[in-house]
């Protein structure tokens, strides 16, 4: 659960001050430092391009980047509980990758049972995180 961009735990990129709309959203996704064998750089510059989306937009993110084998439930549990989020959106890394689907399950129900007020979308690549989840905040 690292930025990959400056190494924090959980992150926050917020808007800048005076411009913040009251929107709190949430992306949770597979942290790509923590895959062997490849670069995760390109991932991570689309990130850092999807995180000036939501400064564009106005909105508040904070991202939970998880490591499967590093009791990712948990980090979930502890980022949902952490704020009160409009929107919760979940990465493509965790929806797309068949032999996950009993994980992506658990993050939905996670996200039903610690945020219920929020609305779950669902992103295409890290740089339209914010467009999904205006999709739910208009």
Known sequence: MINPID????????????RVTGARVLVVGLDPAEFQGWDPEPVQAAMARGQARFVDHDIEADWCLVAL??????AIVEALTREDYRCVVVGG?????????????????????????????????????????LRWLR
């Open 69 to 74: 084998d590093e009791n990712p439930e948990g």
């Open 7 to 18: 190494g924090t735990s959980v992150y926050s990129h917020r808007a800048k001050e005076g």
């Open 93 to 133: 890394g965790i929806r797309k990758h068949e032999p996950l689907l009993e994980f992506f399950e658990k993050v939905v129900n996670l996200v039903r049972q610690y945020a219920p007020d929020a609305a779950i979308a669902f992103n295409s690549s890290p740089e339209d995180c914010a467009d999904a989840a």
